[in-house]
């Protein structure tokens, strides 16, 4: 057992002064006040209380063609925990010709000593005539209730748009998520060969083969098939405002669409890429940094409530994995951002007062939780799994804290930060406290979705 006291709860419309009392891994009581003698009690003394993160949006042991990325999910989970997200959904990418089935067995053996609870997104990278039934299988017998469509990346695992839409209706017929990487592949691999060719191979290249309009012409076809298939669909790392301008008019139609973004978009701009080499490298990702125009955009959307979720995108690599590259299309893509992710939105719109500690929660917990049918997640209340942030208004400086992951490269470093995970529970458990995480850290488990 344990009792938390005098702490303000963030529920979804107020905040309010009381007790929890945790049992069995569960909250078991709220109450303005609950005395019980001789059971390990922490003294919230006034602070926020919050539902642990819910990151939506991981790649851990992501295979590329410069080996794997940074973090595994012994790694990543211990970052996760530092910055208050105690639950994550990777993926499960399968190859060529593989049924999903054997790809998510394969996946899930990959998971070691895993610290948060974590579920999977299925990927499909092809259409052939069983995938509807093995979608199925995947709902029924490991309870997935999402599957990732890239509309990137061709020649390896990006589909066109005929077989989206033969996804998207087979997803509606399960009455499951569709999450989708929303980039004109065919253009931009036409965009990247031009350049190569040309010679133009520095880092500066990388958005301007990737520009605005692949994203939001891809939104702008996405929504279409929305608009045929009905079909629940969520739109990952939203990265220009024309995007998100798109999605919201659909949204305010009555279409099933919503918008994820991360971190980055609302806090880099393009010149990033301009910085010194071994700078400018963490910086390259995809969808790549985009102007001060959009991330004001992006900002402005959080705001006016037309983003559903805060994920990171956490694809960590080293330093040297991404040196060996000798032109912008061979950099290894992605960086890390789950131990920030919660600091950095409560830096940039609850201190500002631009929104509530309330909706940051939301985007960032409930919401992760209700789209994607995580059980007993995202929000305080009896029964629902004692997973807990107390939060602690302060001033965070990243080289003064232990960070966890393995990648040597962080982007955020010098951004001003307030507001961190000062206590973390997970299942009932305190995992982090005083700067660093707790000894013997249980284990986290696999969510099965309905």
Known sequence: MLLIKNGNIVLPTKITKTDILIDGGKISKIKPIININNIPTIDADGAFILPAGIDPHIHL????????S?????????????????????????????????????RKDEVKNCACDYAFHMSIIEWRDSIPQEMESCVKNYGIT??????????????????????????????????????????????????ITNKQT?????????????????????????????????IVHVSTAESLNKITIAQKSGLP??????????????????????KALGFMMSPPI?????????????????????????????LSQKQK????????????????????????????????????????????????????????????DADLIIWKETSVKIKDQNMYSKGDIDIYADEPM???????IKGGQIVYRDGKLADNLPMGKYLYRK
Do not use: W
């Not at 390896?156 to 839409?165: K, V």
């Open 290 to 318: 985009r102007s001060e125009e959009n991330r004001k955009g992006i900002e402005k959307g959080i705001v006016n409530g037309f983003v559903s979720t805060i994920g990171t995108d956490h694809c960590p690599f080293t």
């Open 61 to 68: 042991n992501l295979p590329t063609a410069n080996g794997l």
């Open 325 to 384: 590259a000798t032109s912008f299309a061979e950099v290894a893509n992605g960086a890390g951002g789950i131990q920030h992710r919660l600091s950095l939105f409560y830096s940039r719109f609850v201190k500002t007062k631009k929104l509530s500690i309330n909706t940051m929660v939301k985007l960032t917990s409930t919401n992760p939780s209700h789209f994607f049918r995580l059980p007993y997640k995202g929000k305080i209340a009896e029964a629902y």
């Open 202 to 234: 520095d880092l500066v290249f990388h958005p301007k083969t990737r520009p605005d309009y692949t994203e939001y012409q891809a939104v702008e076809k996405v929504i279409e098939l929305v608009n045929k298939t009905n079909c629940k669909t969520y």
């Open 70 to 106: 940074a973090d595994d999910f012994e790694s990543g989970s211990h970052a996760a925990l530092a910055g208050g997200t105690t639950t994550f959904i990777d993926f499960i990418t399968p190859e060529k010709g593989q049924s999903l089935e054997t790809a998510f067995k394969l």
């Open 257 to 278: 669409i919503f918008a994820e973004t991360c971190p980055q978009y609302f806090t880099f701009e393009e010149s990033v890429y301009e910085k010194p080499r071994n």
């Open 146 to 195: 999402s599957f990732k469509t890239y509309l990137a990346y061709k020649k390896y695992i990006g589909i066109d748009f005929d077989e989206l839409e033969k996804v998207m209706k087979a997803a509606k017929a399960l009455n499951v998520m569709v999450t989708i990487h929303s980039e004109l592949g065919d253009t931009i691999d036409a965009l990247r060969a031009e350049a």
């Open 418 to 424: 307030f507001g961190k995970a000062d206590i973390v």
